[in-house]
């Protein structure tokens, strides 16, 4: 998708329609330099206030994404294109995101230890130790919260018998046993438990 392209649409489309940028902001919820950030093509739309912005351009969502109104005869092929692009934009974000589970994870086993390593060498009182020890458990246990947050979205796992691909809930995620990103759960769809590995694209 091209970014410029939308936001030159979206700003073409506001003033055919003789809004101001502040007046569609107004209408969304949005502030006007979250307009101001899609029309210069720095960002693009969220997807929960999507369907309102094209209503209020009067365009469908795949004109929106295409940078232009679409003809009827290359509306499905353009449909395609868009689904297409926005599956490989969610697969890139998900690596990123993974990448990121495996930093934050470090850090986190990082600032536990440091505090303990601390408290075990250097001379100090016994509450004081408890103190350091225990500020090294709350980030710790934070961090662990967000990787395991991370894991949970970014991708799909796979059951090993039907290979159907879903997203768990943070529930079953987090009480799976697991090596590494491979964790034993439920599949929703056969029923059938299994150790089920992690990827990143919907379909094979």
């Avoid at 309102?52 to 003809?71: A, F, P, R, W, Y």
């Avoid at 408290?119 to 961090?143: A, K, Q, T």
């Avoid at 943070?170 to 438990?193: I, Q, S």
Wanted: proline share 3%; hydrophobic share 45%.
């Amino acid at each position: 998708m091209d970014q410029i392209k939308i936001g030159k649409f979206i700003a073409q489309r506001r003033k055919d329609y003789g809004l101001t940028q502040m007046q569609l902001a107004e209408r969304l919820g949005v502030t006007d330099r979250a307009v101001s950030k899609w029309e210069n093509g720095r960002a693009m739309p969220d997807s929960s206030i999507m369907l309102e912005l094209c209503e209020q351009l009067k365009i469908t969502v795949n004109d929106l994404l295409c940078g232009e109104v679409v003809s009827m005869e290359n509306y499905n092929k353009e449909l395609e294109k868009n689904l297409l692009d926005m599956a490989k934009a969610k697969e890139r974000a998900d690596k990123h995101l993974l990448v990121l589970e495996w930093v934050i994870g470090i850090l986190s086993i990082i600032v536990l230890i440091v505090p303990i390593i601390i408290g075990s060498l250097l001379p100090m009182e016994d509450w004081v130790r408890i103190v350091l020890v225990f500020s090294g458990f709350i980030p710790c246990f934070v961090g662990f919260f967000f990787a395991l947050k991370i894991e949970q979205i970014a991708g799909y796992y796979e059951c090993k018998y039907c290979k159907h691909r879903y997203v768990p809930t943070y529930k079953a995620v987090n009480l799976a046993m697991h090596m590494g990103r491979t964790r034993y759960m439920r599949c929703p769809e056969c029923g059938k438990k299994s150790w089920q590995k992690k990827v990143l694209t919907k379909e094979e």
